[in-house]
Antibody
Framework: EVQLVESGGGLVQPGGSLRLSCIAS????????MNWVRQVPDKGLEWVAHNKEDGTEEYYVDSVRGRFTISRDNAKNLVYLQMNYLRGEDTAVYYC?????????????WGRGTLVIVSS | DIQMTQSPSSLSASVGDRVTITCRAS??????LNWYQQRPGKAPSPLIY???NLHSGVPSRFSGSGAGTDFTLTISGLQPEDFATYYC??????????FGQGTKLE
């Protein structure tokens, strides 16, 4: 079955760190840019980061650049999001999302999400 | 950043109605506009890509149009399962790939 499953969320204090994982099954991660998208509970969606098929390029939304790092292990079909210096405004459900390939891309596959709560 | 503005933020409708949701981009994004549906407690699911193309398996009562800065999502003949929140997203070459704030259909 083609799917994405996130893990690693939880409660963390402000200033703390957390690493999210996303395991892909049913397809080869090395064929796709992979993305993290987050959603504050009962609020809208925000694109967070993505990295290239071979992991050599990565891009971030301004609010997380310098604090978050996206990486991947294609051999294990895993994508990671290392989150450091966490803030209250990082509290959200974090989704792993796969885009289609090509210029006319869109997210055709989403995980169920993992909840991150930043609170003291 | 490209700002995406959806209207209305919420919409009341009944089964069988025809509804239209609009999405406006703060700059020209060509046809690089996607629509997603999100039901409570679930991840978003794709509906329409590049403004007017239906994702595989999406019922034909959903349609999209527009180009440049103004886009619409239309649902013709609402079904009970269509009551959800809808988001637009720009997928142009300009990062970040911003989403609209959502339209809750109730």
């Amino acid at each position: 079955e083609v799917q994405l499953v996130e893990s690693g969320g939880g409660l963390v204090q402000p200033g703390g760190s957390l690493r999210l994982s996303c395991i892909a099954s049913g397809f080869s991660l090395s064929d796709y840019w992979m993305n993290w998208v987050r959603q504050v509970p009962d609020k809208g969606l925000e694109w967070v980061a993505h990295n290239k098929e071979d992991g050599t390029e990565e891009y971030y939304v301004d609010s997380v650049r310098g604090r978050f790092t996206i990486s991947r292990d294609n051999a294990k079909n895993l994508v990671y999001l290392q989150m450091n210096y966490l803030r209250g405004e990082d509290t959200a459900v974090y989704y792993c999302a796969r885009p289609t390939r090509g210029n006319d891309w869109y997210y055709d596959l989403w995980g169920r999400g993992t909840l991150v709560i930043v609170s003291s | 950043d490209i700002q995406m503005t959806q209207s209305p933020s919420s919409l009341s409708a009944s089964v069988g109605d025809r509804v239209t949701i609009t999405c406006r981009a703060s700059q020209n994004i060509g046809i690089f506009l996607n629509w997603y549906q999100q039901r409570p407690g679930k991840a978003p699911s794709p509906l329409i890509y590049t403004a007017s193309n239906l994702h595989s398996g999406v019922p034909s009562r959903f349609s999209g149009s527009g180009a440049g800065t103004d886009f619409t999502l239309t649902i013709s003949g609402l079904q009970p399962e269509d009551f959800a929140t809808y988001y637009c997203q720009q997928s142009s070459v300009t990062r970040p790939y911003t989403f609209g704030q959502g339209t809750k259909l109730e």
